[in-house]
């Protein structure tokens, strides 16, 4: 692993004024590194001397103000780290979610949800040692060890070069230990993530869990994941105390080489006393910061592997930036008006990563405005594909899909997004009031509006039992709402939309005959005036399309017009 990752310095701005400052930082301390050890050496000659305590009054002043220098140089570094690191995680974070929603649900769908939710939580948190302890201390390893040779030579050139030979050492040592422990490292967050999967899966299913009695057979999986993760902590944690012990031997070793190597040449008379303090004060002060380094390395590795992986994540092209060969967003021409413009599909597949086959195999279509067309097939056979294709959450792997003869994948995909409103398969309903959620279909809709909207969905009743009526909070995914009661909801963000291209995904699944019959008059209105692609297994729609299609393992198996 590299000391410091480029991706991060790219994605995190926070991140390149810190690196300048660290730099600066650890130049200064090592002035005062240098600073101190030969104003204590003076003294300590000067007192040594005997020349009586006037003399010394300057030099312990001096080497006072440089100690307090060194520990204010310390604790200001540290609080400027842990601002950046701040700074930095709440960068990434807001990438990170904001780059997760545009990768789409069919990347997410790849993912594990709960890895992700630890990255960008725990993870990510973890990078306050990397900047406040590693990076500093990377500095200062490279630099003491420079300054201090170079001084310890202009004084004495033969302590110099041991300590030059021995240094080497510790880095190597260090090295061979980080080989050892990357994998472990590596490990340990790849169980950590598992564990937050697993407990995610194991609260949203509770119920499903808890029917089929495997309630407990999952505390036991936890428990296991958990034990793995104690085990591998503490398989880290060894090998980094053993490390600190090979890294403390060496560097005392080294130091008593120069030390004994010094009062010999102080005995027979080569050497001054003055010099022969230097070099005895500075010599230690060249090992410090590569031990140092070495113990901050494994304290700051969960922070630097959990970065890579957000960077990983960042660096995913989303879907249409990889294929479509043109740049999206500002630049990119506005659609048509679908109330006037055909959509085409030509010969269209779409593969899903990791999956073999293909989800939706040569498809062609044609959708002329103000057409009503019903996709029926199968489960599996690539319904909700074809909506996703249209909503550009998928990308054709073949074919091209054409809105009024312009590709769609060279078209603004927010402007494209903002004609077509979505009532997917299973409605997702957030943690907030119904009125926020029916708001999520045009965000700053009027009170009268959102009013107008529940009631043309038909969810008026729904809403009027509920305790604070469009006010009451839902609480995630509305667990206090019953599937149909949901599906309403939903269905009242797309009244609330108002866009010429609706997407409705099996609007009546689940329900009871009588609901479904409601739900199904509902859309009736909601359809009026609108091209409509709407997938459905069952009967009841045939009536009011102008168009049937019906999928077979991703292949166009009956087109009849109506
Ligand atoms: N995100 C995904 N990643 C990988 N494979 C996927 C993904 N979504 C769907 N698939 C696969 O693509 C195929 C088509 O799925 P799709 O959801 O379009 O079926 P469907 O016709 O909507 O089925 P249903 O009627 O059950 O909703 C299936 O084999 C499915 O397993
Ligand atoms: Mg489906």
């Not at 997004?417 to 997917?424: L, S």
């Amino acid at each position: 692993m590299r000391p410091v990752d480029p991706r991060l310095l790219r994605h995190a701005r926070a991140a390149r004024g810190y690196l300048i400052f660290t730099v600066g930082l650890g130049l200064t301390v090592t002035l005062l590194v240098l600073a101190q050890a030969g104003l204590l050496a003076h003294a300590l000659a000067t007192a040594a001397r005997g020349t009586g305590a006037a003399a010394l009054w300057p030099a312990l002043a001096v080497l006072l103000a440089v100690v307090a220098a060194r520990a204010m140089a310390a604790g200001g570094g540290e609080t400027v780290a842990l601002r950046a690191a701040a700074t930095v995680k709440a960068e990434l974070r807001r990438k990170l979610t904001a780059h997760t929603l545009r990768l789409g649900p069919a990347w997410l769908g790849g993912q594990q949800t709960g890895e992700i939710a630890t990255l960008a939580t725990k993870g990510l948190d973890a990078l306050d040692p990397y900047f406040a302890r590693y990076l500093p201390q990377l500095v200062l390893a490279v630099a003491v060890p420079v300054a201090v040779v170079a001084r310890v030579a202009a004084a004495d050139w033969i302590s110099a070069v041991v300590i030059a030979v021995t240094l080497p050492l510790i880095p190597v040592f260090a090295v061979l230990v980080g080989l050892h422990t990357k994998a472990r490292t590596q490990r340990q967050w790849r169980l950590l993530a598992t564990l937050g999967g697993h407990f995610l899966d194991v609260v949203e299913g509770l119920p499903t869990l808890k029917l089929f009695g495997r309630a407990k057979a999952q505390v036991q999986v936890i428990g296991e994941v958990s034990e793995a993760h104690r085990k591998a902590t503490m398989g880290t944690l060894r090998v980094a105390f053993t490390s600190a012990l090979v890294l403390e031997l060496a560097a005392a070793l080294a130091t008593a080489l120069v030390a004994v190597e010094v009062g010999l040449r102080l005995l027979a008379g080569h050497l001054g006393y003055q010099t022969a303090l230097l070099v005895l004060l500075l010599t230690p002060e060249a090992y410090l910061p590569l031990r140092a380094l070495g113990a901050q390395f494994h304290a700051s590795m969960e922070g630097a592997t959990a970065a890579a992986r957000a960077c990983d994540i960042l660096d995913t092209a989303p879907p249409g930036q990889a294929t479509a060969g043109s740049r999206l967003g500002s630049g990119a021409p506005v659609p048509a008006d679908l109330r006037s413009s055909d959509i085409m599909l030509n010969e269209v597949c779409v593969a899903y990563p990791g999956r073999d086959g293909l989800a939706l195999d040569g498809v062609s279509l044609a959708i002329a405005p103000g057409e009503r067309i019903t996709v029926t097939g199968p489960s599996g056979a690539g319904k909700s594909t074809l909506l996703a294709l249209l909503l550009r959450f998928a990308e054709p792997a073949a074919g091209t899909i054409e809105v009024g003869g312009v590709p769609l994948a060279h078209l603004d995909l927010a402007a494209w997004r903002a004609q077509i409103a979505w009532v997917p398969q299973h409605p997702y309903l957030f943690a907030g009031t119904v009125a926020e959620n029916i708001a999520l279909g045009q965000p700053g809709a009027s009170r009268a509006a959102i009013d107008h909207a529940a009631a043309l969905a038909g969810a008026a009743e729904v809403i009027e039992m509920l305790p604070a009526g469009l006010d009451t909070e839902l609480g995630e995914r509305a667990g206090r709402l019953s599937a149909g009661q949901r599906q309403r909801v939903a269905l009242a963000r797309a009244f609330l939309r108002d866009a010429p291209l609706l997407l409705l995904d099996e609007p009546t699944a689940h329900l009871d005959a009588i609901t479904a019959a409601e739900i199904l008059a509902t859309v009736e209105t909601l359809m009026a005036d609108r091209t409509v692609v709407l997938v459905s297994h069952g009967p009841g729609w045939e009536g009011q399309a102008s168009q049937t299609i019906t999928l077979h393992h991703g292949q166009l198996a009956a087109l009849v017009a109506t």
